[in-house]
């Protein structure tokens, strides 16, 4: 059975970091590609970033770009969002993502609250 945990949300000045994380299993991990997405109250789901398999390749809305840093660590099954520089409107659920066609696959998700 696929699973997808995600943690590390939280309530957050502007300005501020989280890091993000997401445990898999019940697939090989290493060699699927993966993605975060987030969706804010009343709006459709929004990519936020991708990362290859080895993760010689990242990709970025440039909503996040220059602020938020995709990584894994395959030999913890773990996905990780490093958010810095947080603003309002990062404000969601963040929920980590693997499409294994021809499924996709979500977790729970982990609630970002960006307020002062």
């Known amino acids: 059975e696929v699973q997808l945990v995600e943690s590390g949300g939280g309530l957050v000045q502007p300005g501020g970091s989280l890091r993000l994380s997401c445990v898999a299993s019940g697939f090989d991990f290493s060699y699927q590609p993966m993605s975060w997405v987030r969706q804010a109250p009343g709006q459709w789901p929004e990519w936020v970033s991708s990362?290859?398999?080895?993760?010689?390749?990242?990709y970025y809305a440039d909503s996040v770009k220059g602020r938020f840093t995709i990584s894994r660590d395959n030999t913890k099954n773990t996905l990780y969002l490093q958010m810095n520089s947080l603003k309002p409107e990062d404000t969601a659920v963040y929920y980590c993502?693997?499409?294994?066609?021809?499924?996709?696959?979500w977790g729970q998700g982990t609630r970002v609250t960006v307020s002062s």
């Open positions: 990362i290859s398999t080895g993760s010689t390749m990242t």
């Open positions: 993502h693997a499409l294994l066609v021809p499924n996709g696959y």
